[in-house]
Nanobody
Framework: QVQLVESGGGLVQPGGSLRLSCAASGFTFSRHAMRWYRQAPGKERELVAGINSAGGRTTYADAVKGRFTISRDNAKNTAYLQMNSLKPEDTAVYYC?????WGQGTQVTVSS
């Protein structure tokens, strides 16, 4: 079955960086778009970034444009989210998504 496993979250100071990974299995990864979402406490889950199957087209939420970069390695069945210049408002659980499947999420906390 489809499985998505996120990793790379943690505690970071404002202005710092983190790189999230999403390891995929159970489907033909290279044929499907990948997306990263996040959900902060008390808020709805929101789309952060998306990338098409070949990796040539990306989209970003306005709140993260210029700071986050989504990418993928189809040879490794893995998607990434490079997060730079992190802000306290980026604190959330980050989830990867493809098709109708979700990972378990990884916590990102931005705090001094």
């Amino acid at each position: 079955q489809v499985q998505l496993v996120e990793s790379g979250g943690g505690l970071v100071q404002p202005g710092g960086s983190l790189r999230l990974s999403c390891a995929a299995s159970g489907f033909t990864f290279s044929r499907h778009a990948m997306r990263w979402y996040r959900q902060a406490p008390g808020k709805e889950r929101e789309l952060v970034a998306g990338i098409n199957s070949a990796g040539g087209r990306t989209t970003y939420a306005d709140a993260v444009k210029g700071r986050f970069t989504i990418s993928r390695d189809n040879a490794k069945n893995t998607a990434y989210l490079q997060m730079n210049s992190l802000k306290p408002e980026d604190t959330a659980v980050y989830y990867c998504n493809s098709l109708t499947s979700w990972g378990q999420g990884t916590q990102v906390t931005v705090s001094s």
